[in-house]
């Protein structure tokens, strides 16, 4: 419950899940009215929103809905968040995540904290909008429903008492279709703003939100661990700054592996030797709530992926020349693990009532 509270007073998200009205929405006067902007005012600044998928309250309800309904998926064994979950996160508990059918995929569920503000998706950045990565997640491996088989599974979602008058409200004569799905599922992830941590608190002048030795991890982060470079604040990750992204070879995933067989991320976008084996620098914004670690989720402890980052790396055909032993020592490590823990997000994904059925 406190988690509840402190997440509606963030006034972002004040929709719906805040009352107890969460599966009765309104009657298509919010089709007009837009939302408060997520982000709005804080330290991150406003989410962008496209024009062509304008944020309102009743779209983000019906989107956050939608997240948390596993009849979305081909077989009603997964929903959206259960991969994403509160207690790991909202990154996944598995190294590797599992779509229906218990198919293993290829790589480890990212945290979706602040999707709204990233300029690409996946670890390869091969999506480029939210709507697209909802449609891909849906229609791929994730939720193993097809591409082919969206529309028909877009009419037994729409097909749904309480769904089907949501639809009507929302998105008028379209309806429930693929896209007007994958419409509502964006708005609801545009509101996932994490902005209102520890850090931010100190930022904004409140001197005890961090310990003296989270202020000293900070110093070392922003200087001799060289994190911000990549890991670039507010957002954590330089990628969010950019129109494509930031990809590196950090040397994760090549250990012990035919160079045949290593997963080439980001080279398999852009067919360039020099992103062999890059990922995209991900935001370290909920970092020590989301255990395990990097793109192949090997590593389950945070000292230790800290100690790997500020180290050596692995050697390999394209490794960062950012990589490289920093040479901090055991109280230096343990200080800048500490200070990530401010990077916590107090807030949580709320699951609302779905629609009977
Ligand atoms: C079976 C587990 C699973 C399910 C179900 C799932 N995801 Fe994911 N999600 C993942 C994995 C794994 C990745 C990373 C894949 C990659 O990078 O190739 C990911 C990536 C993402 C990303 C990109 C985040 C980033 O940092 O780039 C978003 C956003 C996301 N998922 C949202 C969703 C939505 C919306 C749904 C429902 C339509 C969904 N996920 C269903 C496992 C899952
Ligand atoms: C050259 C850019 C670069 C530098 C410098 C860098 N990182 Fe990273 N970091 C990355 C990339 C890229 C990944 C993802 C790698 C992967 O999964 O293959 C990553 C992943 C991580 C992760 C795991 C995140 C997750 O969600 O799984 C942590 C923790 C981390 N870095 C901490 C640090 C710290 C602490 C420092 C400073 C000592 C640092 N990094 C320096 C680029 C960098």
């Not at 963030?10 to 009352?19: D, I, Q, R």
């Not at 902007?37 to 989410?47: D, F, I, M, T, Y």
Request: glycine fraction near 14%; hydrophobic fraction near 35%; proline fraction near 6%.
């Amino acid at each position: 419950m406190r988690y509840t509270s402190l997440f509606c007073a963030l006034a972002v998200v004040v929709f719906s899940a805040c009352g107890q009205e969460g599966s009765t929405p309104g009657d298509g006067q919010d089709q007009a009215s837009t939302t408060t902007v997520p982000g709005e005012g804080g330290p991150l600044g406003a989410v962008p929103v496209p024009a062509e998928n304008p944020l309102t309250e009743a779209k983000v309800a019906l989107g956050q809905q939608l997240f948390f309904d596993s009849r979305l998926s081909v077989d009603g064994s997964r929903s959206c968040y259960s991969c994403h979950q509160n207690e790991n996160g909202n990154g996944g508990a598995l190294q590797k995540a599992v779509g229906p059918g218990g198919r293993q995929l290829p790589r480890h569920s990212p945290v979706i904290w602040n999707v709204g503000y990233m300029p690409r998706f996946y670890w390869d950045g091969r999506s480029g909008s939210l709507e697209a990565q909802a449609r891909g997640a849906w229609g791929g491996g994730n939720m193993g429903v097809g591409a082919e088989y969206l529309p028909l599974k877009a009419a037994e979602i729409g097909a749904i008492p309480g769904y089907s008058e949501q639809f009507e409200a929302v998105f008028g004569a379209r309806g429930a279709t693929a896209g007007t799905i994958v419409e509502a599922i964006a708005s609801y992830e545009r509101t996932l703003v994490c902005d209102d941590t520890r850090y931010d608190r100190f930022m904004a002048g409140e001197g005890a939100a961090l310990t003296e030795q989270q202020q000293f991890g900070l110093e070392l982060f922003n200087g001799k661990a060289g994190c911000a470079t990549c890991h670039t604040p507010p957002f954590f990750s330089a990628q969010f700054a950019t129109d494509d992204g930031m990809y590196y070879n950090v040397g994760i995933g090549v250990a012990g592996v035919p160079e045949s067989q290593v997963d080439v991320g980001r080279m398999s976008v852009t067919e360039s030797d020099g992103d062999w084996a890059a990922f995209k620098v991900p935001s370290l914004r909920n970092i020590a709530e989301s255990s395990p670690y990097f793109h192949d989720g090997s590593v389950s402890d945070l000292e230790q992926a800290v100690r790997y980052m500020a180290g050596p790396g692995v050697a390999n055909k394209n490794l960062s020349p950012l990589i490289m032993d920093r040479g901090l020592t055991d109280d230096e490590v343990r200080a800048l693990v500490v200070f990530l823990g401010s990077l916590s997000c107090p807030a949580e994904l709320i699951r609302p009532e779905l629609p009977g059925g």
